[in-house]
Each structure stands twice: as C-alpha cells, then as structure tokens.
C-alpha cells in the first residue's frame, strides 16, 4: 500500500467525530498489468474482481509534498482546504455518489473525539467533514466543474446523487451544534419556502398581466373620461350594464364619441375602424420591437422550450430575468392587439422564470439542475393556475404535459404552489370572486344519455379540427424557419396585425375580445337577455297531453348569429394557423378554446332544434317533463375541450381544467368523452400534439418518456464512431498537456472516455470537456511548473521516474462509473436507459474493452430514423 496525502493535509489533524484523518490512501495500480487472472481481471477494467478487504485504510502520512499538488484556488491563506477525495478512503471501485462530489471542496472542521466510521462496500462518504457541492457555504475546488454548456444535456444521475450526498452530510451535521440543527431545518424547508415566493410571484405577474391586457384591449374601442386607468367592464360596472352593446354603458365613451361625434353612424363607425387598427399595429409593433432588441426567448408560447428544459435541457437565457420582463410586457401589448392568440401558455413560462430566479435564492436548488427542475414543474403548474384560475388542473397539467421527472414531493409542493398563486390572484382582481372562475355555467340541468353521441362526435371533429391545425402550422413555421420571411419578424407581425384588425373588426364576433365571446358561447339564454343575438328565441307552451311544457324556437338573429359565428370560425382558424409562431408572446389555449365553442354552440343549437322539431321520439320521452332539456351552451364547453384537447392531445388535466373553468363539475362524463374521441382520433391521424411538434421542429433533443421503441437493433448499431472508425480517447498517465489541449482543439466531442493505454482499451472513466478545459486552464494559472510538456495523471500514483516537468493530476475530475454497456445490448434497452436515468451519454465496451460512445443525440437521430424521419433535424445534444 502506498500512501499520497492531499496538498494541505498534513497541516490539519481530523480530530472529529466520524472522521478518522486528513490522509487519502490509494491502491498502487500498476500500468496495464493485471492483479488477477484473465483479461477481465485487470484493476482498471470496469469489472475488476478486486476484493473490497484489500482496500483498507492506512494511517501512514506521507513527508514530502514534491508528491502532492494542489490545483484548487486558495480564497485565504489560513483556509484549509482538502482536494478531491480528501477525508475519505478509496476502494477499487469508487462509489459513483464519491466521485461525484469530487469537485466540491471539503473543509476541515475540528472536533474532539475520533472514531473511525464503518464502510459499506460501496464507500461512505461521511467519513470526513465535507462541505459538499449544493451547500450554502460551498466554493467549487474549479470555477465552473460541474455545470453545463448551452444548449447541452443534464447529467439527472449525478445531479441528484450528488444532492443524497449533500443532504446526509447535512443531517450528520445536526449533531454537532444548535446552529447546525437550525441549518439542516432551514435546508429541509428551503423547498417549500422557494415554492411559496414562486406562488406569490406568479400572482402578482398575472394580476398585472390582466389588468394590464384587458385595459389596453378596450382602449382600442374608447376610454372612460371619469377615470381613465378604468377599462370598460369597470367604467360600466357600478350601474351593472352589459359590455356586448357599447351603446348601452353610457359612462364609457368610444373615440368618436372622444372627438364629438354620435356613438352611431357611418363616420363614427369609420373613425372607430381606423383607431382601433392603429392601436392595434402600435401595440404589436411595440411588443415585436421589445422582444428582438432585449428578449428573443420572449417570443411563442414557451411551452415547448419548457419541456425541453424540464426534461434536462440547458438553454441559457431563456428562463432569465430580461425574457421575464420583455415576456410579461410584450404578452400585454400582443393580446391588447387583439391578435388571434392567448397568454395562458406564455403565464406557464412567465411562471418558470420566476421559478427559476428565485430557485437561485437557494444553493440546493440553484446549483444542482436535476433539483432545479423540482422548482420549475412546481411554477408551470402556477401559470396555468393563474392562467386559468384551476390550481388542480395547473398540477395534472404539469405532470401529464410538461414534466419529465415528477417525483411525489413535487406533486405537493406544486398543489401548494398553484394554490398560493391563485389565491393571490384572487386578491388582486378588481371584482374578486367574480372573476375567480373564467367562463362560469349557470345552468345545472342533466344531459340525457343520447347526448353522449354529439359529445362524441365533438371530439371526432376536435381531433380532426386540431390535427389540422398542427400540420398547417408546423408547414407555415416550417416555411418561415427556411425562407427569407424569418428575417423579418417585425415586419410580419405586424402584416398579421394589420389583416387581423381589417377582416375581424366587421364582425362582432370577431372584434371583441375572444374571452367575452367564449363567455358569450358557453352562457345560458335567459327569457330577458336581449343584448345577446344568440338568445333571440321565441317561447312558447305546447301541451304533451297531460301538461304544458315551455319550448323555444330560435329568432332570425339565432340565424344571422350563426352565420357570423361559421365566418369567425374560419377565419379565426386561419389566423391562428399564420399568428402562432411569429415573434411575439403567444398563447394557444383561448384561440383552440374558442374554435371548439364556436362548433360545440352551432351543433348544440342544432340538437336544440331536433328535440324541438321531434319531441316525441322515443330517446326523448319522458326526459323533457319541463323545459327544452338540451343546452346549447354545455356544447360549446364539450366542443372547446375537443378542439385543445386535438390540438395539445392532453386528457386528465384537460377535463379537470375545463371543469374549473365552468364550474361546470356534473358535466364531467361528456368531457372525458369529448375529450377521449379527440384524442383517439388525433392520435390516429398525427402522432405528435402541437408543442411535441414544435420541439421536433426546432430540433431539441427530447426523449418522449411516453412513446415506445419497437426496433430490433443493438447498441453497436448506433454507437460512435462506427466499426474500423477512430476513438478519441485519452489515456491515464501518458498524453501530455499539449496532446489533450490538441485533441479538444481538433474534436468537439463533449467528453471523452479515459483508458489505460491506446493499445489496451480498457474503460478507466469518462471526463468532461467542459471539466478539461477549466481544469487546465486553471492549473496553467496557479501552479507553478505546469507546462504543455506536463504529463496529465488520471490515476492517484505518480510515475516512479519522472523527470520532466511535474504532472498535473486531474483524478478528481474524472467520473470512474460511467454508465457502460455491451455492444450486444438491445438499443430497447438503451432507449429506456435513456429515458428512466436521464443519461447525457453511455459507453459501449465488449470483454470491458472500449468500442465507443452513444450520446442522447445519438439516440434520438436513430428513433427518428428507425421511424423514416429525416435524422438531421436533431441539432442539439
């Protein structure tokens, strides 16, 4: 055995409970020399057959610090600090949680008692006083070891062993002192203190962002003179008078009115087209503007690049503070310009990036990725709680739709979340409970059973509704990504802007703002309400025999309404298809909405009107004792499900949300209806929902968890390089600095396997490029006699005749378990290993040979292949 203290160490005696001593000890590995039998006995093999007893600890400290160097950045002369592997003992085979926190610092604390801990056979890392990478008073031994480039994957493996490792370090620690045990209690409810800052957060954005749209909106048609901050609903609330009429609300004057002319008019009318298309192209042109100078991630949805991120992907910037703010003001003036598109997708990425700026607030979250994304599933479940005011739909939306990895805590912490941020959205809503529920039902009548063959046939038109719209949009996104239109993003919103605002404000139905006309849609007709032209019935008691029931048939304007709404159909779908994607903040979720309550109020109208003409068919006997029992308005509930649930492909959250959105709890039935048929169908004709297809159209290397992979081939198929290609490997003690620096310079590999030697290829580890080039740079600085002549030492043993200059010992950045697997291994498997461990990359060996590399990117160009899909379009890692 020979003993190699860590530079520093013998300064400090490890005078404390559970730590034993400063000293490391390693076993002396001789350079590709077996101490078995058999090729698959070599020490460095990954299956080497070393006893565990072998590896035992020496307390033997070494004299000479010319064998030791120290590459970690002192902050203070007094501080001691102890490198990779300090205050531990290392086996053969290095347990994979101790490697991973070799790049954090351990420090040296004193105590007054020793004992020597006891080692399980895969190494306890409490052996010594460590300060563990997470912790809040951490420092990494290298800037940087352990984080990630842009647009790369997480390693959710080593992340989240890495934070076991720092949470029993901290629960050990509760027993030295008071103010450890208050540390580890702060630390326990950390997470739930981040999810309630994000609650708070979130509502308080989403207020705004309300308050905000809704008083732009109706600038467009007036203003209130007695108090101009007032939109229209408040400018008429205190008499109670109707917004559909502007004629009845006398208190809020439109521009003509403004500029002394009468409400009515032809040149009333003329200077009221003109203004609200000016407003219009200002508050596009102002939102555009804002996102290509200050925010480029502002624009779309988000959602996509929300479940990419969720799943393990880095994209720097893009849940930051500037695409926060550019992202809630440039969503005010989108909408306000009364573009066909919503603000409930862009209030989920509102939502994460105030999860993940206040996720920065503490270390444990804010430096480990894998925990991180706990945060931010917990915030996506927020923004659609206050997109929508359905905190439990918010939750199912964020475990069906969005996250990747959703463990049981996170499924409180974001019921607790969502519930937090509606509840403060309530409070700051000028008409509180009012508003609370979006499109609430006042009805309560129960559906009959022949119902549920309209319900599902709304879901057959909803499936193929959005199937539709998904292949039209990805054609005309596809066309703009590849065509010169791309390189002018202001000028085609507000071209969109402009045609938006001339074909829509004829139309009624198209020039007020879509949440009142899919309020206008789901409602119930009252005998009195005349300011609705789809209330325009005639009542009248027809006898059945024995009683008098009161039926309605439908007036001239039900007619003319119906018309209108079928032009506002098509034409709301077709801006739809052309509005989604430009560089603006946009939503999906009203515009589906709307298209599925437009259908499901015509084909409700139309079964009305079938009970009314045939009342004594026999489904219908009996069942229409009182009234006319078919409400057009439930139609238009099932048919808005239909369509977002063709267009998205959600189910559970789907149903829930839309409940929440009514009120509307005994129509349950007829939406898992609607909602099952439109999903069958979209599936049958379009395997991906619209955000799955905008995350292939970007080329974000997301693994979907929920599809299977049916394919017959083996890893060896898949892996890099292909057979009789090269390897880029480094070896353990024989390339210099210069040969790695090289060999970073002529390859862009995002890491590299470690091996013994290149004619013996067995595995030692995996080191990252990342973690190379911070190393070196960092050694070239602060240590003196490193050079581009130095050997660079994967291994804890220096060579026993070294005489150039001294070698630069990067061990601690080396991870000794990579995941491995043969190359007869079914890519099934691998599939899966990628999915359900979260791997950037596996290694491929055979007889414990090195053969290659398959990297997530690998993976996923082979599924698409596999499915005749073009393999290129994957342009991440």
Same mark, same amino acid.
Not at 124 to 132: K, R, T, V, Y
Not at 504 to 532: A, H, Q, W
Not at 601 to 616: D, H, L, M
């Given at each position: 055995?020979? $003993? ?15 730590? !034993? ?83 954090? @610092? ?5 105590? @007054? ?40 994957? +997480? ?331 791309? @390189? ?168 829930? !949300?839309?409940?929440?959105? $009514?009120?509307?709890?005994?129509? !349950? ?20 929902? +619209? ?38 490997? !480094? ?29 013996? @290829? ?116």
């Amino acid at each position: 055995m020979d $003993t190699l203290p860590l530079k520093g160490s013998r300064e400090a005696a490890a005078e404390g409970n559970n730590y !034993i001593t400063a000293y490391q000890t390693v076993m002396k590995k001789s350079n590709g020399h077996s101490t078995g039998s058999g090729e698959g006995d070599h020490p460095l093999a990954p299956h080497s057959k070393l006893s565990y007893a072998a590896a035992t600890t020496s307390l033997t400290a070494a004299t000479d610090d010319e064998d030791m160097i120290d590459i970690t950045p002192r902050s203070s002369p007094g501080e001691l600090i102890v490198g990779a592997g300090g205050y531990r003992r290392e086996t053969a085979t290095e347990s994979d949680t101790e490697r991973d926190f070799a790049p954090s @610092q351990r420090t040296i604390h004193h105590h @007054q008692h020793q004992h020597v801990p006891t080692h399980s056979a895969f190494g306890d890392p409490m052996d010594g006083a460590l300060s563990f990478y997470g912790s809040s008073d951490v420092q990494d031994d290298i800037p940087g070891i352990g984080q990630y480039e842009d647009f790369h994957t +997480i390693d959710w493996q080593r992340d989240i062993a890495r934070d076991r490792m720092r949470h029993r370090y901290i629960v050990k620690k509760r027993q030295d002192s008071f103010w450890d045990l208050i540390k580890g209690a702060i630390d326990a409810g950390s997470g739930w203190l981040c999810v309630l800052l994000v609650g708070i957060a979130a509502g308080c954005v989403a207020g705004m962002v309300d308050i905000g749209a809704s008083w732009m909106s109706d600038l467009k048609h007036g203003i209130c003179p007695t108090a101009f901050w007032f939109n229209r609903e408040q400018c008429c609330y205190p008499a109670k008078q109707s917004v559909f009429e502007e004629g009845n609300c006398s208190t809020w004057k439109t521009w003509p009115e403004i500029l002394g002319l009468s409400r009515t008019g032809t040149g009333p009318y003329i200077i009221s087209y003109i203004w609200y298309i000016l407003w219009a192209l200002l508050f596009a042109s102002l939102s555009a503007s804002l996102v290509r100078m200050f925010a480029p991630y502002a624009c779309g949805s988000g959602i996509p690049e929300i479940k990419t991120i969720l799943s393990g992907f880095i994209i720097r910037g893009y849940l930051g503070k500037w695409t926060l703010l550019i992202k809630s003001v440039g969503l005010m003036l989108s909408v306000s310009a009364g573009l066909t598109l919503g603000k409930e997708g862009p209030m989920v990425h509102i939502a994460s990036c105030i999860g993940n700026i206040f996720s920065h607030l503490f270390p444990k979250y804010g430096r480990n990725e894998a925990k991180k994304r706990e945060i931010l599933s917990a915030a996506s479940a927020a923004g659609v709680s206050v997109a929508f005011g359905a905190p439990i739909g918010g939750v199912l939306f964020s475990l069906e739709e969005v996250s990747y990895y959703f463990p049981l805590k996170t499924l409180w912490r974001s019921f607790f979340c969502a519930l937090i941020a509606a509840f403060v959205l309530r409070s700051l809503t000028p008409f509180g409970n009012e508003h609370s529920v979006l499109f609430f039902v006042e009805y309560n009548k129960p559906w009959i059973f022949f119902e549920l063959i309209p319900f599902v046939f709304l879901g057959i038109m909803g499936g193929v509704i959005g199937t539709f719209f998904i292949k039209a949009n990805l054609w005309w996104c596809r066309y703009r990504k590849f065509s010169k239109l791309g @390189q002018y993003p202001v000028s085609e919103v507000l071209f969109v802007t402009l045609v938006t605002g001339v074909i829509c404000y004829p139309n009624p139905f198209t020039r007020m703002n879509m949440n009142e006309l899919i309020f206008l849609l789901v409602s119930k007709c009252s005998s009195g309400d005349l300011t609705n032209p789809l209330c325009d019935y005639k009542r009248m008691n027809i006898s059945t025999g024995t009683s008098f029931i009161e039926v309605t048939e439908p007036g001239p304007g039900v007619y003319r309404s119906i018309w209108l709404l079928v032009l506002t159909f098509i034409l709301k779908l077709a801006l739809t298809i052309f509005t989604f994607g430009i560089k603006v903040p946009s939503g999906l979720f009203i515009p589906s909405l709307l298209l599925g309550a437009i259908m499901g109020r015509i084909v409700g109208i139309g079964v009305e009107q079938f009970a009314y003409s045939y009342p004594n068919i026999w489904f219908f006997t009996g069942e229409c004792a009182d009234s006319n029992l078919i409400t057009p308005g439930l139609y238009a509930v099932v048919g808005a499900a239909a369509v977002l649930g063709g267009v998205t492909r959600m189910t559970v959250s789907l149903v829930v !949300i839309m409940f929440e959105l $009514t009120g509307g709890v005994r129509y !349950i039935v007829p939406l898992m209806a609607a909602a099952m048929a439109s999903k069958w169908v979209g599936d049958a004709l379009g395997r991906q929902g +619209i955000y799955d297809a905008h995350i292939a159209l970007n080329g974000y290397p997301f693994l979907d968890s929920k599809e299977e992979f049916a394919h017959t081939t083996l890893a060896a198929d898949v892996m890099q390089p292909k057979r009789n290609e090269t390897l880029n490997v !480094i070896t353990q003690d024989s390339m210099t600095v210069d040969d790695v620096e090289n060999l970073l310079k002529e390859t862009e590999h995002n890491g590299y396997p470690v091996v013994v030697s290149r004619e013996n @290829q067995y595995l030692v580890g995996f080191v990252l490029r990342r973690d190379l080039n911070l190393a070196i740079g960092n050694a070239k600085r602060l240590i003196e006699g490193i050079n581009s002549n130095s050997i660079v030492l994967f291994t804890s043993t220096t060579p026993t005749q070294n005489l150039g200059p001294s070698p630069l010992k990067l061990k601690k950045i080396l991870d000794m378990a990579p995941i491995t697997v043969t190359d007869q291994t079914p890519m099934e498997t691998v599939v899966d290993m990628f999915r359900k461990l979260g791997l950037r990359q596996t290694l491929v060996t055979h007889n414990g040979r090195l053969l290659g590399v398959i990297t997530k990117k690998d993976v996923l160009r082979h599924v698409k292949q596999m499915d005749n899909e073009d393999p290129n379009t994957v342009l991440f890692n």
